[in-house]
Nanobody, 121 residues
């Protein structure tokens, strides 16, 4: 199982960017999926997560500006980011809690490699 994050890039403050996260490999069930970010010199922080049923939650720092969605059939997650600020500059990581095989005792959280978002002032 692998996660691939994409869509990062350079954008001006006030602009928008859309990130995607794709799960590849054989999976039995993909549970909660999340986006974390890590700004230079700072700790990694959870910014948004979404349950399999589509219930989403956001950190205060991105609430009302970021929107999370997922497509269970395509095994993808999307993060729409608008009104971007320079402080949103970070490497963005997607994670997914995955039940790979129904005989597994427990599910496991997998991480993507990260995609860089740079917001210029």
């Amino acid at each position: 199982v692998q996660l691939q994050a994409s869509g990062g890039g350079l954008v001006q403050a006030g602009g928008s960017l859309n990130l995607s996260c794709t799960v590849s490999g054989s999976t039995f069930s993909i549970n909660a999926m999340s986006w974390y970010r890590q700004a230079p010199g700072k700790q990694r922080e959870l910014i948004a997560d979404i349950t399999r049923e589509g219930i989403d939650k956001y950190a205060d720092s991105v609430k009302e500006r970021f929107t999370l969605s997922r497509d269970n059939r395509k095994k993808m997650m999307f993060l729409q980011m608008k009104s971007l600020k320079p402080e949103d500059t970070a490497v963005y990581y997607c994670t997914a809690n995955i039940w790979v095989d129904p005989v597994d005792v427990e599910s496991k959280t997998y991480w993507g490699q990260g995609t860089l978002v740079t917001v210029s002032s």
